[in-house]
């Protein structure tokens, strides 16, 4: 039993088993992987929707403008109550 656990533990032949899995494992699911550890790595900064609403919502007059503060700011409250 040590032998096999000394098998594992071996960094060479854990780097051939993960090289097999990746030969093995279909190229959709490492894009999709791939992606994932990407999201999770991100760096995430806090929003500011007040400046978010003013600088790219040019198009819309003020009380608009007030409506999707107000409407981001719900969604926002909403997502934070999920999690």
């Not at 007030?66 to 909403?78: G, H, P, T, V």
Request: hydrophobic share 35%; aromatic share 8%.
């Amino acid at each position: 039993m040590t032998n096999l656990i000394n098998v594992f533990l071996d960094s060479k032949s854990l780097m051939n088993l993960f090289k097999l899995r990746e030969q093995l494992e279909p190229s959709s699911t490492c894009e999709a992987t791939n992606h994932a550890v990407e999201i999770l790595d991100a760096k995430y900064k806090k929003a500011n929707l007040a400046k978010v609403v003013h600088e790219h919502c040019q198009h819309l007059s003020s009380p608009q403008k007030k409506i999707s503060f107000s409407a981001y700011l719900r969604e926002m409250r909403n997502c934070l109550r999920e999690y």
